[in-house]
């Protein structure tokens, strides 16, 4: 029985044959309850095994859609990562074996939705915990608390004990007027990490395998108050809001054009 490919393992294969890379479709597994990854690549010297994860539109996300469309705010409160936190952990299950066998795993995510959900500070959250702003505070009420930055917190999917068969998450996706491109954060818990080297060639941007890399933090709350763009959200909220869901309606609608 043939299998129909979705939206994102065509995005999938397209960005394999854009970058030359050999890859193989995974049989579905006839066991019940058994789910096997999605595709092995031949990267030499190595095969690395990737499991697809597509985010499909909520009735939550197609109201949004509709509002903005409407010329309405279309303003949603969403828990930074919650998107992406079940989809890890399921793939981690279905990249258990081959990992255990010695081979490097990727979970890859393509999003379908207007929600914006792959966006690293989404993606970092999800993979090791909620940011949280930490303070020193003295007993002695005239020393003023001071800040010592942000650190990961609950909710983290990715742990030392936890999830360690996925060895790095995959962002694809498509730019305006470009071609399809994936951005890889390592697992610094992974135990079988991916070597940087083997990745640069092909992602376009990859972030370090240890927690304390400065490139991998977003700015906080802190740091954007210090920038223009916080500014003109002050000085003129609504102009600022109907600017940039006009700039995010152009980059939706540029992403509904067709697979070349």
């Known amino acids: 029985m043939s299998v129909v490919s979705t939206k994102s393992e065509l995005a999938f294969e397209a960005w394999c044959r854009a970058q030359g890379v050999t890859y193989r479709r995974i049989r579905e597994a006839h066991t019940p309850g058994h789910k096997r990854p999605d595709y092995a690549l031949h990267l030499q010297p190595h095969w690395c095994f ?41 793939a981690s299950a279905q990249l258990r074996k081959a990992s255990k066998r010695g081979f490097p795993t990727v979970v890859c995510f393509f999003d379908k939705t207007i929600g914006f959900h ?37 909710k ?26 994936i951005d890889l954060y390592h697992n610094p818990h992974a135990r079988v990490p991916i070597p940087p080297k083997l990745a640069a060639p092909l992602v376009r941007k990859q972030y370090g395998e240890t927690l304390d ?27 600022k809001c109907d600017r940039e869901i006009e700039a995010c309606l152009r980059e939706f609608r540029a992403e509904q054009a067709p697979w070349p």
């Not at 998450?169 to 470009?178: E, L």
């Open 156 to 181: 983290a999917a990715l742990t030392r004990q936890d999830n360690t068969s996925i060895s790095a998450v995959a962002v694809m996706r498509q730019p305006s007027g470009c071609a399809l491109v």
């Open 50 to 90: 990737v499991e697809i994860k597509e985010l499909d539109e909520t009735p939550e996300d197609s109201a949004l859609m509709g509002e903005m469309l409407d010329g309405g705010a279309g303003f949603r409160w969403v828990d930074p990562g919650a998107r992406l936190r079940r989809p890890i952990k399921a």
């Open 213 to 239: 890399d400065p490139d991998r933090r977003e700015p906080t709350v802190l740091d954007l108050m210090q920038t223009p763009d916080w500014k003109e959200w002050l000085d003129d909220p609504e102009g």
């Open 118 to 154: 792959l966006e690293r500070v989404h993606v970092l959250q999800a993979m090791f915990g909620r940011d949280t702003l930490h303070f020193e505070v003295s007993a002695d009420p005239a020393h003023e608390p001071r800040f010592l930055g942000t650190r990961y917190g609950r």
